[in-house]
């Protein structure tokens, strides 16, 4: 598990928060759904900060926010990644559908790219507003139509807060089970202390298979493999 | 009382809970581990707790996890063998219900190989008699370590644990309360820098103990550890910062 330093380089401040770019080498930039840690000597962070990326894996990486209010340009970090399972997008996959839930939409801008890349029509269907990266050619739906989304798509791919999961599901009804033969993957947000060192259990998800841990087995999980109150 | 009885390879340990049921493949500060110890193990398995969560406060956070562990021995079933060959010293940290429970599960691990202290974590609200018999109950062939959360460090049980033959006071993580976001409380362990001067406060009145004391929380600075080994503590553990791994 590479762990390097690497310097934050640009702050932007984004409707859902501070996002940054931060230059790193390339071994530690994680991919879609995947995620960093990244540590400073600020004393009052007492925890290390989760990072996930909103670029493809040959650019300078722009993570999506909220970053810590106290980062400032030239902050030293210690980085610890690429961590985790992230989306797995289908090659076939030719209608991704993306579902941001009260959480922000850049989450999922690097798995929008990957999906352009390989040809496939993107749309977007988030509570909070599109990121201002977001790609033109990214169709974007009001939340109202997630229902539509979900029928339209090939794959879908959501982000949300453990918390909010269950009204997730209940938004999204019945028409996960209806389309069977959809793949969709969700990444849980919620807060990884230990990354994985600790397995200190705050992250603990129930799954069809049991206990697992979001920061260890996810954050992104098949949907189908959920329970109804992660 | 030293660090050699106590077969520690050097001063420097983890808090447990920081990482796992086995020695991590990475030690992630540049001082060296001299111990390893577990994650709390309960003689029953436990599940997470249902509003599990971590809080950040100005200096620390709160965490809230309810201690999730297979049971001791399916926890033995997966990493026994990972003890016995592990290069640093294991200690088990336990969390029994009862005084039968501590009794049953130190027996148990008296057989394990690589395990060469029994860490005590008590459950909160005993009283000061039943902190005792949990205590003396738990004291078997291994070195026993108590853990005491450093709020509780004037209770009178603490200053009657040197009648039993205990080897040792780790001065752990107290307890505290915050709201979250939707106004709820949560109720849990505290971490983090803020936390030294009580630390502090509790390791130098519990020196006329004359147990020997390990300082186990509040220590995110290489000149506060230093400090603490040079004013008598045994050893120290070490927690958010194995999670920052960064020791300013
Ligand atoms: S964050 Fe600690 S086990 Fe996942």
Redesign the pocket.
């Known amino acids: 598990m590479p762990i390097v330093n690497g310097t934050l380089l640009e702050i932007r401040f984004t409707e859902s928060g501070l996002a940054g770019l931060v230059d790193c080498p390339r071994a530690v930039r994680p991919g879609p759904g995947q995620y960093l840690i990244a540590s400073s000597q600020r004393e009052e962070e007492a925890l290390p900060v989760t990072l996930f990326s909103m670029s493809l894996p040959d650019e300078p990486l722009q993570v999506s926010p909220p970053l810590p209010a106290g980062w400032y340009p030239g902050l030293t970090l210690r980085l610890r990644g690429p961590l985790g399972h992230g989306f797995t997008l289908p090659r076939e996959a030719r209608r991704v559908a993306l579902v941001a839930y009260q959480s922000p939409a850049g989450l999922l801008l690097s798995l929008t790219r990957f999906a352009l890349k390989q040809g496939a029509a993107v749309t977007l269907c988030s509570t909070f507003p599109p990121p201002p990266a977001l790609p033109e050619e990214v169709e974007v739906l009001p939340f109202s139509q997630l229902k539509e989304a979900v029928a339209w798509a090939d794959y879908l791919a959501a982000a949300f807060a453990r918390e909010h999961y269950a009204e997730l599901r209940q938004l999204l009804g019945n028409h996960l089970q209806e389309r069977a033969s959809l793949s969709a993957e969700g990444l849980i947000l919620t807060?990884?202390?230990?990354?994985?060192l600790?397995?200190?259990?705050?992250?603990?998800v129930h799954t069809r298979a049991g206990w697992k841990?979001?920061?260890?087995d996810g954050p992104v999980f098949s949907l189908r493999s959920l329970e109804e109150a992660p | 009382m030293g660090i050699q009885d106590l077969m520690l390879k050097s001063p420097y340990l983890n808090a447990a809970s920081m990482f796992g049921f086995a020695p991590p493949s990475h030690w992630p500060l540049d001082l060296p581990p001299g111990a390893f110890i577990t994650h709390p193990i309960s003689l029953k398995p436990r599940a997470p707790a249902e509003n599990r969560t971590v809080l950040q406060f100005a200096g620390g956070f709160l965490l809230h996890t309810g201690l999730p562990n297979p049971g001791l021995f399916a926890t033995l079933k997966q990493f026994a063998r990972r003890w016995a060959r592990s290069p640093l010293p294991v200690w088990v940290h336990i969390i029994p219900s009862s005084p039968a429970e501590a009794a049953q599960m130190v027996a148990h691990l008296e057989n394990i190989e690589g395990v060469t202290a029994i860490e005590l974590g008590l459950p909160p609200g005993l009283t000061d008699d039943e902190n005792l018999r949990m205590i003396e109950a738990a004291c078997g062939e291994l070195p026993l370590l108590v853990s005491l959360p450093v709020d509780r460090y004037r209770e009178a049980w603490v200053f009657q644990t040197g009648k039993s033959p205990v080897s040792g006071l780790i001065l752990s993580a107290p307890r505290g309360v915050l709201f979250r976001t939707d106004r709820t409380l949560v109720e849990g362990r505290l971490y983090g820098p803020a936390l030294f001067p009580q630390m502090l406060a509790a390791f130098h009145a519990l020196r006329s103990t004359g147990l020997p004391l390990i300082v186990g929380c509040g220590l995110y600075r290489h000149a506060d550890v230093e400090a603490v080994l040079a004013s008598g503590a045994l050893a120290v553990q070490f927690d958010g910062a194995l999670w920052k791994g960064l020791l300013p």
Request: glycine share 18%; with cysteine; proline share 12%.
């Open positions: 807060p990884m202390p230990c990354a994985g600790g397995s200190c259990g705050v992250c603990a841990h979001i920061c260890l």
